[in-house]
């Protein structure tokens, strides 16, 4: 299995502001996921993370608003940029090897006042 | 693209089985999985199935499969205070994509 560290956890913001999430893996992983799980909702992929190549962005999902960087097989971070109260949602990062079974971090809870 | 579908809410008493079903729509789905969401938790990765399996045993924790019909469900024995949780379930595509679709999921409540 892979262990999964979501930084920061929580977080009250200001609209128009932006927030970096960093989601570390304990192991290298060839396949990182970041999701949005929206109050009382379920989870809603944003984007996959590829490594050395740009993140591929799912349908209502874009790069201005949410970029994603992955250095390494270890590390990657997804920024919410210029938020709005509609952002306000838990982002969770999950991370597999081979792609078949995923493992998540414990989210980051965005709170956009 | 793949629909998921679950109950919203499953109540039973401490002791008692629980069983939480899901349907899914695309029959390439290779993998399906059972996650578990406490409050204020990520998710815990319970179980998982291949599509080429019936049935899954884990403990407390029994996984069936009917391709045909396209349903998964979980099946918790001696269900505990502990167990109450919002379980999801998620599939698999055969596809390049590997990432996962979720289901709604179910609130789980387990009254003493």
């Known amino acids: 299995s892979a262990v999964i560290s979501q930084k920061p956890s929580r977080d009250i913001c200001q609209r128009g502001t932006s927030l970096t999430i960093q989601c570390q893996v304990d192991s290298q992983v060839t396949m990182m996921f970041w999701y949005r799980q929206q109050p009382g909702q379920s989870l809603t992929l944003i984007a996959t993370?590829?490594?050395?190549?740009?993140?591929?962005?799912e349908s209502g999902f874009v790069i201005d608003k949410f970029p994603i960087s992955r250095p390494n097989l270890t590390f990657s971070t997804l920024t919410v940029s210029n938020m709005s109260p509609e952002d306000s949602s838990i982002y969770l990062c999950?991370?597999?090897?081979?792609?078949?079974?995923?493992?998540f971090g414990a989210g980051t809870r965005l709170s956009v006042l | 693209g793949e629909d998921v579908e679950q109950s919203l809410f499953l109540s039973v008493r401490e002791g008692d089985s629980s069983v939480i079903n899901c349907t899914y729509t695309d029959s390439s789905s290779t993998y399906l999985y059972w996650y578990k969401q406490e409050p204020g938790a990520g998710l815990q990765l319970l179980t998982y199935i291949f599509s080429n399996m019936d049935m899954k045993q884990d403990q407390r924790l029994t996984v069936l499969l009917n391709k045909k019909d396209k349903h998964l469900s979980l099946r918790i024995a001696d269900t505990q205070t502990g167990d109450s949780a919002i379980y999801f379930c998620?599939?698999?595509?055969?596809?390049?994509?590997?990432?996962?679709?979720f289901g709604s999921g179910t609130r789980l409540q387990v009254q003493p």
């Open positions: 998620a599939v698999l595509m055969d596809t390049g994509r590997r990432a996962l679709t």
């Open positions: 993370a590829n490594q050395g190549s740009e993140a591929t962005y």
């Open positions: 999950s991370a597999g090897q081979g792609g078949n079974i995923q493992y």
